[in-house]
């Protein structure tokens, strides 16, 4: 145990360090090769990990390359820019809008999508309203929350989604199902939480003179045009395959293929292509792969070591005091874990748990939902708690906005508890009114 423990805290460490340039696919590899050389793990041990991350990982890289595409083409910035005028001048209608911009990006683009390309769009029109700098900080907070917190509609809106999707076989029409409506009342609770937080620093009114005008944020028009089609296609897409086993990346990764093809001009051989749709794919995660089989390896060995026992005896005595207690306790259980040692590898030693733990079909469901809640919410309460907060915070230092860590964690134990709280509590109201599976 305390051999796989150390090798677990060391791989975070580099995951969250990186020295040299490491990346976090090649740092947390290491730690895989690490455990597997210390016996920690087996060969067998890697080929079971590979089978449970593989769709999930090639499923964020194909989200990404369109998210990467669509930026390019001016998508996000021409959606940014509407809302800007939906605003109509009043500082305190513009950073709701901002907040549910965040919320259909995250559902829609993943998690990681809407905080890492809309944050400097959004920095860029903060700077054309002219908002003073602590202004402009509530609005880029706000992305940055509402990314997570409402990234739990559709198995694609983040990581953990799919993991746990597969892990359990729930399919894409169930899981949208259950927790759209959980969303919709996680986004209400951000709403709240964020307005009574930090809607006073948003000033009254704001000029629009110097916005621009939505259609000039378009840089391809042809990829613009194609985005409306192919995402109502891919939504359709998910739902009709699901009952098939079709799997989730072979659908994102065919949207990708289509969206590749038409922003590269491939049928003109690259002539009058605007996006640089080889840099677009050289830019994207290709490191989440080595990340998520390396991480979840020395994570399996920390399962095989204690962690996934301790789980399953703390589930089981939730279990004992009922379905409300199982489902709010699993739920602040998996945040917990997740802020501390980050939402990937938690969300692998949620599932574990939960599928040794021997308690009654409803009652797993309820965890199983729970732990995804408290999965996508719960990094939200220390800086480490998702790759994607921490490549967040690097933008924002990047862009001028230096957000210390434990500046971040009072902003994160301000805004977390009561949405995780409100979101836990939708789902257990919610999932037992549903016909069951």
Not at 22 to 30: T, V, Y
Not at 72 to 85: D, K, S
Not at 183 to 203: E, K, Q, T
Request: proline share 5%; net charge positive.
């Amino acid at each position: 145990m305390w051999l796989a423990l150390a090798i677990f805290i060391g791989t975070l460490i580099l995951v969250v360090w990186q020295p040299r340039g490491l990346g976090i696919g090649w740092s947390a590899l290491g730690g895989a090769v690490v455990a597997l050389a210390t016996g920690v793990v087996s060969v067998a041990d890697v080929g079971i990990v590979w089978h449970i991350v593989w769709d999930a990982t090639f499923t964020f890289v194909a989200l990404i390359v369109i998210s990467l595409i669509l930026d390019e083409a001016g998508f996000f910035a021409w959606a940014a820019a509407h809302v800007a005028r939906w605003g109509r001048g009043r500082g305190r209608l513009l950073f709701p809008l901002i907040v549910v911009l965040g919320a259909v990006i995250a559902a829609l683009f993943a998690n990681d999508g809407a905080a890492l390309l809309l944050t400097p769009i959004v920095i860029a029109i903060l700077l054309r309203l002219d908002f003073p700098p602590r202004a402009a900080l509530a609005c880029i907070i706000a992305t940055g929350f509402v990314a997570d917190t409402t990234s739990l509609p559709f198995i694609t809106s983040n990581l953990v989604n799919i993991v746990t999707a597969n892990y359990f076989g729930i399919g894409f029409g169930r899981y949208a199902a259950v927790m759209v409506p959980v969303d919709a009342v996680s986004l209400a609770a951000v709403l709240v939480v964020l307005g009574i937080a930090f809607a006073h620093r948003v000033p009254a009114r704001y000029s629009m003179a110097n916005l621009q005008v939505p259609r000039d944020a378009i840089k391809d028009a042809l990829v613009f045009r194609a985005a409306f089609p192919l995402l109502a296609v891919l939504l359709v897409a998910y739902f009709a395959t699901a009952p098939f086993a079709v799997p989730v990346s072979l659908v994102t990764g065919a949207a990708a293929l289509v969206l590749l093809a038409i922003a590269g001009r491939w049928w003109r051989r690259g002539r009058g292509a605007v996006v640089p749709v080889t840099a677009v794919l050289r830019h994207a995660p290709w490191q989440i792969v080595l990340f998520s089989l390396g991480m979840y390896v020395v994570v399996y060995g920390l399962g095989h070591a204690g962690l996934t026992a301790l789980g399953v005896g703390a589930l089981r005595w939730l279990a004992r005091r009922g379905d409300l207690i199982a489902t709010v306790g699993t739920g602040f259980l998996a945040a917990g874990v997740a802020s501390l040692m980050n939402n990937m590898p938690s969300t692998l030693v949620s599932a574990l748990a939960i599928g040794h733990a021997q308690v009654p079909a409803a009652t797993r469901e309820l965890m199983t939902y729970a732990s995804v809640i408290g999965n996508d919410l719960g990094p939200k309460f220390t800086p480490i708690g998702s790759l994607a907060t921490l490549l967040w915070l690097h933008v924002l230092a990047h862009k001028g906005y230096r957000i210390g860590w434990g500046q971040y964690m009072k902003i994160g134990l301000l805004i977390t508890p009561p949405v995780l709280l409100a979101a836990l509590a939708a789902l257990y109201v919610w999932l037992p009114r549903l016909p069951v599976r």
